[in-house]
């Protein structure tokens, strides 16, 4: 079983940025997408931001789109998730996650195509 480990979250004012990493165990990081989810109180986790698991391909939800970048480094078994010119409506509990199946060609947008989870992260944009 994987184990993933977020940091990098904290409070922020408006326009500011945050680099969050999420370490992943084991031996098969590069074989999987890796993606970030967020939760705000109240409301269903969503899809952030995904990566192929050679790096070649990228996602992101509307809402972040060219403020945040996703970017993997499989020597280091580490995904990162740069956020600039961050707003309120950022604030979340930001989750990392491995894709369900290796070698997945197709963008991973959901939950249910994840399989394994990590604890979570606090980012707190204040306006």
């Known amino acids: 079983q994987v184990q993933l480990v977020e940091s990098g979250g904290g409070l922020v004012q408006a326009g500011g940025s945050l680099r969050l990493s999420c370490a992943a165990s084991?031996?098969?990081?590069?074989?999987?997408?890796m993606g970030w989810f967020r939760q705000a109180p109240g409301k269903e986790r969503e899809f952030v931001a995904a990566i192929s698991w050679s790096g070649g391909s990228t996602y992101y939800a509307d809402s972040v789109k060219g403020r945040f970048t996703i970017s993997r480094d499989n020597a280091k078994n580490t995904v990162y998730l740069q956020m600039n010119s961050l707003k309120p409506e950022d604030t979340a509990v930001y989750y990392c996650?491995?894709?369900?199946?290796?070698?997945?060609?197709?963008?991973?947008?959901?939950?249910?195509?994840?399989?394994?989870w990590g604890q979570g992260t606090q980012v707190t944009v204040s306006s």
């Open positions: 996650a491995r894709g369900l199946r290796p070698f997945t060609q197709t963008p991973m947008t959901t939950p249910v195509e994840y399989a394994s």
């Open positions: 084991g031996r098969t990081f590069s074989m999987y997408t």
